[in-house]
């Protein structure tokens, strides 16, 4: 289990219920104007990482995350690669977790 603060910051979102997981509601989130952040698994498909990138061009800032979608499982329960933070507050915590773990490395 990944204990680093990106990591962390994902797991709460989760579990305030702010997380939006899997292509199809990341792309409805979007659209909705819901979504504040986007974030990506390491070892998403270069393809979909594009179709992400294409619909939240100009609406969404999109991050990538440092975790696999094996990795990022333990926190959504089954293998995605397509996440939506919708709460603003924590949009920033994830954000401030990423760069901080990448400063850490």
Known sequence: MTSDKAF???????????????FDPVADNVMRGRAQLVLLAADLSPKTAKRVQNFCEGLVPVVALPHTQAELAAIAHKPVGVFAVIDQNLAVLCKNSLTQTKEDR
């Open 8 to 22: 962390q910051a994902l797991s709460l979102c989760r579990r305030a219920g702010k997380l939006v997981m899997g």
